[in-house]
C-alpha cells in the first residue's frame, strides 16, 4: 500500500477487524488508558482495582478476549495469568501459549514494572499477531503514563527539597 492510500484508508491499520469504535472513540479509549494508568501507582489499593477494571474495560472494546490481567509488581492484585507464564513476564519476555493467552511485561525506565495479558477463548480461530500487536500499543501508553507520573513524583520531591 502507498504512503498516500494509507493516509486515505485509517480503518485499514490499528483494529484487525471493525468493531464499530470510530477514530474519536479510539483517542478517547488512549486517553482513558493514559489517565488510568497515570494514576495507577500512587492510588489506594480500592482505586487500583476500579483502574485496573476501567484499563480491561478499554482493552475489551480492542480484543475479543474474556479476560484481561493488569498488574504492576508492588500492588496487591491476583493475577488469572497461570503463575509459570507470570514468572516469564518477571524476566521481561512476552509470552503466548497454546490456551489463548498473549501477555506483555510493562516497562518503566528499564525495570520490569508489571504486565498486561488477555485470554482470547477463539485464539485457534484468529491471528494472535494481529492481536499481540493491539496488546503491545496498550504496553507502549502505559509504560509512557508511568514513567511521566514517576517522574512528576521526583520533581515534586526536588522541588520539595528546594524550599
Known sequence: M???DALMEPSRGLLPKSNGLKPA???LSASTLLYAFRALPAAPPSAQVRLRKQIAQVVKDFLPCDVIDVHIYGQEADPSLPVELAEKLRKGDPVRDDQ???ALPIREFKRIAGFIAAHLPHHKEIDLDDYEQILSA???IAT???EN???LERTRLDNELLR
Open 100 to 102: 489463548g493467552w498473549v
Open 25 to 27: 472513540s479510539a483517542l
Open 149 to 151: 507520573a514517576r517522574e
Open 2 to 4: 502507498a504512503r498516500s
Open 138 to 140: 496498550v504496553v507502549s
Open 144 to 146: 509512557a503514563a508511568l
